[in-house]
């Protein structure tokens, strides 16, 4: 074999040495850092498990009361439903009362709208018109006692002059 290439195979493998010591050191140094870790997990596990437990527990309990409410949530929202249901007939049964009243108010308005027309015609009727009558009557008997409480005649002038604002 050539010198030369011996030579740089022999450096090759030097380096290859090298690089294997370097990694078992690495290795090493890995294993010492893995080996403090693991003894502070070790101090941290009983206390990791302490919280796990507790959250588990405190799962379940979640779990219940959760269950617990709603199992209330669901009675109280047909209660409301029952509740609801007996107002809304309230509200129609009153509805449909206050309606049967409004009709019979109107009614009744109406009749004695119509009972008022009937005695103010009663009224002009029996009273007003006799009243209109006698006062016409009166009224020609005081015209005819005038004209013959004046024995005089008009003279023409007086008669021209009625006779023009007659026109």
């Known amino acids: 074999m050539d010198p030369t290439l011996l030579l740089i195979l022999t450096v090759f493998v030097i380096l290859t040495a090298i690089a294997m010591i370097a990694q078992a050191c690495a290795l090493v140094g890995v294993l ?8 502070k997990v070790n101090g941290f596990l009983p206390e990791t498990t302490k919280l796990v437990e507790l959250a588990k527990q405190t799962v ?49 308005l109406d009749d004695a709208m ?16 006799p009243i209109r009558e006698v006062h016409g009557v009166l009224s020609g008997l005081r015209a005819g006692i005038t004209a013959l409480g004046r024995a005089n005649r008009p003279t ?8 023009e604002m007659f026109i």
């Open 32 to 39: 010492f850092a893995v080996k403090r870790l693991e003894e």
């Open 60 to 108: 379940s309990e979640t779990k219940q009361h959760a269950a617990e409410i709603s199992n209330r949530a669901i009675v109280m929202l047909d209660m409301s439903k029952d509740q609801l249901a007996k107002i809304e007939g309230l509200v129609s049964d009153a509805t449909t009362r206050a309606r049967v009243q409004i009709e019979r108010a109107e009614m009744v």
């Open 114 to 129: 119509s009972r008022t027309q009937q005695t103010v015609h009663a009224v002009q009727r029996g009273v007003l018109s």
């Open 156 to 163: 023409v002038d007086h008669a021209t002059s009625d006779e």
